[in-house]
């Protein structure tokens, strides 16, 4: 099992840009696929973005892509998400999640095994 922490969180602007981090601890962080998944006001759980565990595959819901970038460093065992161009829709509870598996990248809530607490994060218009 791996603890998750996030951070970055916080209160900005429509059209404004945030980082999210979450720091992970425990299994090795490097062998497994991370995402981010959000649950607005009132909204289900929904997917955003996701990476392989070496980095060089990547998924985006179609709201987020060309806005949104998920990264990893496996050094830090820390996984990234750069939020641009932020809406008021984007307001939500981002979580990170360590997925369960090492193959391919993972993009349903059933195939993640560990979840952060969340971060908020709010866009004002």
């Known amino acids: 099992q791996v603890q998750l922490v996030e951070s970055g969180g916080g209160l900005v602007q429509a059209g404004g840009s945030l980082r999210l981090s979450c720091a992970a601890s425990g299994r090795t962080f490097s062998r497994f696929g991370m995402?981010?998944?959000?649950?607005?006001?009132?909204?289900?759980?929904?997917?955003?973005?996701?990476?392989?565990?070496?980095?060089?595959?990547?998924?985006?819901?179609?709201?987020?892509?060309?806005r949104f970038t998920i990264s990893r460093d496996n050094t830090k065992n820390t996984v990234y998400l750069q939020m641009n161009s932020l809406k008021p829709e984007d307001t939500a509870v981002y979580y990170c999640a360590g997925s369960t598996t090492?193959?391919?990248?993972?993009?349903t809530p059933k195939d993640f095994g560990s979840w952060g607490q969340g971060t908020q994060v709010t866009v004002s218009s």
């Open 35 to 66: 995402a981010w998944f959000r649950q607005g006001p009132g909204k289900e759980r929904e997917f955003v973005a996701a990476i392989g565990w070496s980095g060089r595959s990547t998924d985006y819901a179609a709201s987020v892509k060309g």
């Open 102 to 107: 090492t193959m391919g990248v993972a993009t």
